[in-house]
């Protein structure tokens, strides 16, 4: 038993000396976030602004596929695709490599939302049948408010009055009784947030039902029974809190129902930190483990807005999230010969799409370099390479015990 507890320490001071020879600056690590990002996002948008997303994207999905494939995959892609760029859009011009690059991708993803509601475009989306239009239109409509003078203020006022109209058109169905009620809600809370009439009762029934399905500790079940899977991060605490800010701009509630929603979603961003293991990887359970690193959402989110706790160092989580997508994007297994997303988790593994993901709904993977929206010169890019909890507790450094929070 000593001779493994030596090996055992042996081999996490080797893991620890290996991270550190491997460190890199901030400013390295946003050049490969940037380049990873661009890498998934450009087939999607590229192909909108030219019309050709019908035409080029590969519909892929697998045998048990049970959802009308044309009829969903091209908006999934985009509103996935928007949400997780949106943040980085957002940044001003500048002349650095990356601004030309964030420029470009912006000025073809306006070209490109001008032709998904053009009913002339032969890439026009329609949202007015299937119920699948009522998540990716959250998408649309949530990278919308991530980035509204980025991408909503400078479209044209038809190609708006037309997006208006393809959300009201949501109206004639419902969805799944699970998260998929902050999808309808987040739609409506953005119609609000411009000024248009929206519908009271969607909205209010998303937030009450999250607060009736909140479990504790910062996890919320996605609907009446718990799931174990990554719902808290791809759906529930991000789109909620985006939801709640906006009703609580509005006085449509109050302020505080907000500010508790943060601080649960805050929590659980500790729990996405501490899962990423001294290798950078993480644990490949739950359904939808094909949108790969959408799972780190919320932490990227929080990370964002600056709300981290002061004992998670946003270098921390910046290497952390680093060493994830170094896995997952540093090779192509990821991604097929004209570089658009497999369905998989680390590789070309169909085997575990679930009955209701296709390629469009692969691009949700760009949900987790949110944090890309803060500015070059922001410390979560500056501050020397740290650590993350896993790395440390692995190695015998000091590591903050966890904790059960009650609110």
């Known amino acids: ?35 990873s990002l661009y890498k998934i996002a450009y087939p999607v948008i590229h192909n909108l602004a030219n019309e050709t997303l019908k035409k080029n994207m590969p519909l892929e ?22 949400a997780g760029v949106a943040p980085w859009l957002a940044l001003p011009d500048d002349a650095t490599d990356e601004g030309e690059l964030r420029k470009t991708m912006r000025v073809e993803l306006l070209k490109g939302l001008a032709n998904s509601v053009n009913p002339e475009s032969p890439d026009y989306i329609s949202y007015r049948s299937e119920g699948q239009p009522i ?31 393809e959300f009201k058109s949501l109206r004639t169905r419902s969805g799944a009784y ?39 500790d910062s996890w919320y079940s996605d609907g009446e029974k718990f799931s174990m899977d990554y719902y808290n991060s791809y759906v529930i605490h991000t789109m909620l809190v985006d939801l709640l800010k906006i009703l609580a701009d509005k006085k449509k509630l109050p302020q505080a129902d907000y500010d508790l929603a943060l601080k649960r979603m805050v929590r659980y961003s500790e729990y996405l930190e501490r899962i990423i293991s001294p290798e950078g990887t993480y644990p490949a359970y739950g359904r939808s483990i094909t949108y ?51 369905l998989g988790f680390n590789g070309h593994q169909p085997m575990v799409a679930d009955t209701y993901t296709s390629t469009g709904s692969l691009y949700m993977a760009t949900l987790g370099f949110l944090t890309l929206g803060l500015p070059a010169g922001n410390k979560f890019w500056t501050d020397a390479p740290a650590p993350w909890t896993s790395l440390k507790a692995w190695t015998g450094e000091a590591v903050k015990k966890d904790y059960k929070v009650e609110y």
């Open 61 to 82: 999905h697998n045998p048990d596929y049970g959802l009308n494939l044309k009829k969903v995959t091209y908006l999934e892609a985009l509103g996935r695709t928007m």
């Open 135 to 165: 998540v990716d239109a959250a998408y649309v409509a949530q990278a919308f408010l991530r980035a509204p003078k980025a991408l909503w203020e400078p479209l044209d006022e038809v190609t708006k009055k037309r997006f208006i109209e």
């Open 292 to 342: 790969r690193t959408a799972a780190f959402q919320a932490l990227a989110q929080t990370a964002l807005m600056e709300k981290l706790p002061d004992y998670v160092k946003p270098a921390q989580v910046r290497c952390a999230l680093t060493k994830v997508m170094h896995n997952m994007y540093d090779g192509n297994q990821n991604f097929d010969d004209k570089g658009w997303l497999v």
């Open 1 to 35: 038993m000593k001779y493994k507890v030596i090996f055992a320490l042996l081999l996490a001071f080797q893991l620890a000396n290996a991270q550190h020879k491997k460190a890199t600056t901030g400013l390295q690590d946003r050049a490969f976030w940037v380049k």
């Open 178 to 216: 699970n998260n998929w009620l902050l999808f309808a809600g987040l739609t409506e809370g953005f119609l609000l947030s411009i000024g248009e009439q929206y519908d009271p009762a969607r909205v209010q029934f998303a937030v009450n039902k999250m607060k009736e399905w909140y479990v504790g």
